[in-house]
């Protein structure tokens, strides 16, 4: 079955640095999301990109966020300046029609913020 | 704004009782309905979804949930837990309609633990 994968598992950055969280999404899937989870929180949706551009974002995805669909296969999201509350599991998912189809979801990636 | 509420963030069963998870979720339209479980350092994996059609839905694992629109309710349900059930469970809800972006809104999760 195809699977959503996510890279890397784990990302250690110092704070105000730059970081870059990937994904591969299902290959025939037009809908793309990243959410993530702060350690003992609910999952919380960031961002969803449909057409190459964003369809919806989420208070949490300021300025310091971006995504991006480089080519046919990666989605990634950018984080220009991390901060300590960036820290969380941050997944990727993908869906091949919005709301009625149900979501894919990758393994995550860790991130922490030194 | 749509919220889903989890009640009870931890929920203990013996092997082989009935699992009984609750979700309700807040919005005046039907909306799209999930349940989805997470096992220690994985992903979501899918369990069941609502879509307006049969209101008793049937999941992998031997789990079903039932929308109830008068309650505003998508609990789940499994007649005999087992041991693997054990993991965090997570109610999310995606608004019906043509403006909708597919976006969830989570619950804030129920631990299954299930004693031998």
């Known amino acids: 079955e195809p699977e959503v994968t996510q890279t890397p598992s784990h990302q250690v950055t110092q704070m105000g640095q730059e970081v870059i969280l990937r994904c591969v999404p299902i290959?025939?899937?037009?809908?793309f999301y990243w959410y993530r989870q702060i350690l003992g929180q609910k999952v919380e949706f960031l961002v969803s990109?449909?057409?190459?551009?964003?369809?919806?974002k989420s208070e949490i995805f300021d300025d310091q966020f971006s995504v991006e669909r480089p080519d046919g296969s990666n989605f990634t999201l950018k984080i220009r300046s991390t901060k300590l509350e960036d820290s969380a599991m941050y997944f990727c998912?993908?869906?091949?029609?919005?709301?009625?189809?149900?979501?894919?979801f990758g393994d995550g990636t860790r991130l922490s913020i030194l | 704004a749509q919220s889903v509420t989890q009640l009870g963030s931890h929920v203990s069963v013996s092997e082989g009782a009935l699992v009984l998870l609750r979700c309700n979720y807040s919005?005046?339209?039907?909306?799209?309905l999930f349940w989805y479980v997470q096992y220690p350092n994985q992903g979501l994996q899918l369990l069941l979804k609502?879509?307006?059609?049969?209101?008793l839905v049937k999941g992998i694992n031997g789990f079903e949930a039932e929308f109830k629109k008068s309650e505003t309710s998508f609990h789940l349900t499994k007649p005999s837990a087992h041991m693997s059930d054990a993991a965090e469970y997570f109610c999310?809800?995606?608004?019906?309609?043509?403006?909708?972006?597919?976006?969830?809104?989570f619950g804030q999760g129920t631990t299954l633990q299930v004693k031998p």
């Open positions: 998912a993908s869906s091949d029609k919005r709301g009625v189809r149900p979501q894919h």
């Open positions: 609502y879509t307006s059609a049969a209101t």
């Open positions: 290959s025939n899937h037009l809908y």
């Open positions: 990109f449909y057409n190459n551009e964003i369809s919806e």
């Open positions: 999310a809800v995606s608004e019906s309609g043509s403006s909708n972006t597919g976006k969830l809104i």
């Open positions: 919005s005046s339209v039907p909306p799209y």
